[in-house]
């Protein structure tokens, strides 16, 4: 069976004191729940994050990493770093990372290959942007993001992707897919992965929605069926907005 999961993705948000504040926060107010909770502070801040939280329900993310082993990549940081320091789940594909840092479904399928060759689990964004969904392709762009970095994996890697879909034209807008909106997309997204490989695969996997979600709309797009969690913005930097949502699912 598939988990719940609610991840905070912190963005470029918090400084060290920031962070402490938070995750002591977080820690004290942690309802007992079913889903796992995750959060994501900036990479310089991720080793602080792993001790404080030693012990903790909480499991600590980064929010990307280079696909490459170690070497000339200034700047950038690689998955044996990140397990060196406790972490164990990256998100790749933010449509963030795609947009401002042009990181392409080429791109993303090396860096998803790279997190798997280490044994790191991969929580995966993709998502179509307004004009797509004005033009009625969101569902071939978002199949294309899929197919394009996920489809050529081993059938058995599927026990260590998370998916979050994102639609581009939601996140930090305070629009939100409707409930109805998403469930239409992530069936769709489960249906896809079923045809592709087999439906135990697709019954598996977590699929998080993204984009505005807040205390208020949590539970009802958590109630959907298709919808697994959800991968948290804005609402992850206050500890009673995302304990609210927490509790939401
Ligand atoms: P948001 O961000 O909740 O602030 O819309 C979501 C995300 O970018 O993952």
């Known amino acids: 069976m598939r988990n719940k999961i609610v991840a905070g993705n912190w963005k470029m948000n918090k400084n060290m ?13 942690l309802p007992n729940t079913h889903a796992k909770v995750m959060v994501s502070p900036t ?10 939280l ?17 070497g000339a990549y200034t700047g950038e940081i690689s998955a044996d770093m990140l397990l060196d320091i406790g972490i164990k789940t990256v998100i790749l594909g933010h449509s963030e990372r795609r947009a401002y840092f042009g990181e392409t479904d080429e791109i993303l399928k090396k860096k998803v290959e790279a997190a ?11 998502g179509e942007e307004l ?4 033009s009625g392709n969101h569902f071939s762009v978002v199949e294309s993001q899929l197919k394009n970095a996920l489809f050529d994996l081993d059938p058995s890697a599927w026990s ?3 998916l979050a879909y994102e639609p581009v034209w939601a996140i930090g807008t305070g629009e939100t ?3 109805e909106q998403a469930q239409e997309m992530h069936a769709f997204i489960r249906k896809t992965i079923a045809t592709a490989f087999d439906q135990t695969i697709a019954d598996n996997v977590s699929i998080l929605y993204g ?27 206050a500890a009673d907005d995302f304990i609210a949502i927490i509790k939401a699912i």
């Open 17 to 29: 004191a920031g962070t402490d504040a938070l995750l002591a926060e977080l820690s004290a107010k």
């Open 43 to 52: 990479f310089v801040n991720l080793a602080g994050a792993v001790r404080q």
């Open 54 to 70: 030693e012990g903790s329900e909480i499991e600590v993310i980064s929010q990307n990493m280079h696909f490459a082993e170690s």
């Open 116 to 126: 798997l060759a280490n044994n790191m689990t991969v929580m995966f964004c993709f």
């Open 131 to 134: 004009q797509d969904r004005k």
């Open 160 to 162: 260590s992707i998370i």
């Open 177 to 179: 897919a409707s409930p």
């Open 211 to 237: 984009g505005s979600v807040k205390p208020s709309n949590a539970e009802e797009i958590f109630s959907k069926p298709d919808v697994d969690g959800g991968l948290i913005g804005g609402a992850a930097l």
